[in-house]
């Protein structure tokens, strides 16, 4: 993503995370493990109320070790110590003149996207999406979240989203 503002940040991290809007809005720097790339993200603040441990790609890493830390916030907002607004990165499609596309789309992009990639099966992918798999007794038994596996994944995902080879790519201009 080319533009630099705070909030085109928080969005270029919410679709290489494929996390929620609220879960990026809500990011401390002291849920982020610099040292193994891995965003912690509490119970507390996830829909299905148990804490998600997220790798970061290269690309997501890369994204927070760009920005300042002048608040508990990763993605600091105007007022002292609070996080950016809602709206934040739905003005930044606003802006960008995106059309039928909103930011809870993008989880679904990915989505889309790991179902037709065949090495990543369904469990890593709904994990990586922080859904609840299975039953109780499946729950009861599944102990990992096969943190490594989804690495792999996230990894993919990131350079689906930013091919790093655009040497055979040919701009269209509208008339």
Not at 19 to 36: C, H, P, Q, T
């Amino acid at each position: 993503m080319k533009r630099q503002a705070t909030s085109a940040k928080a969005i270029e991290l919410c679709i290489l995370t494929a996390a929620r809007s609220g879960e990026i809005l809500g990011v401390r720097w002291s849920e982020i493990d610099f040292d193994k790339k891995i965003w912690t993200v509490p119970a507390g603040r996830m829909k299905a109320g148990l804490e998600h441990r997220v790798p970061l790609s290269l690309r997501a890493f890369a994204i927070l070790r760009q920005l300042a830390k002048t608040s508990d916030f990763v993605f600091a907002g105007q007022t002292h110590n609070k996080p950016l607004s809602n709206m934040a990165m739905e003005m930044v499609l606003r802006r960008m003149k995106i059309e039928r596309a909103t930011v809870h789309g993008f989880r679904s992009s990915f989505r889309d996207w790991a179902g037709n990639v065949p090495n990543f099966p369904r469990e890593i992918v709904e994990t990586a999406l922080a859904h609840v798999i299975g039953d109780k007794a499946e729950q009861a038994y599944r102990r990992s979240d096969a943190l490594e596996k989804r690495r792999k994944l996230m990894e993919a995902w990131a350079g689906y989203c930013e091919p790093t080879n655009l040497s055979n790519v040919i701009p269209i201009h509208s008339r």
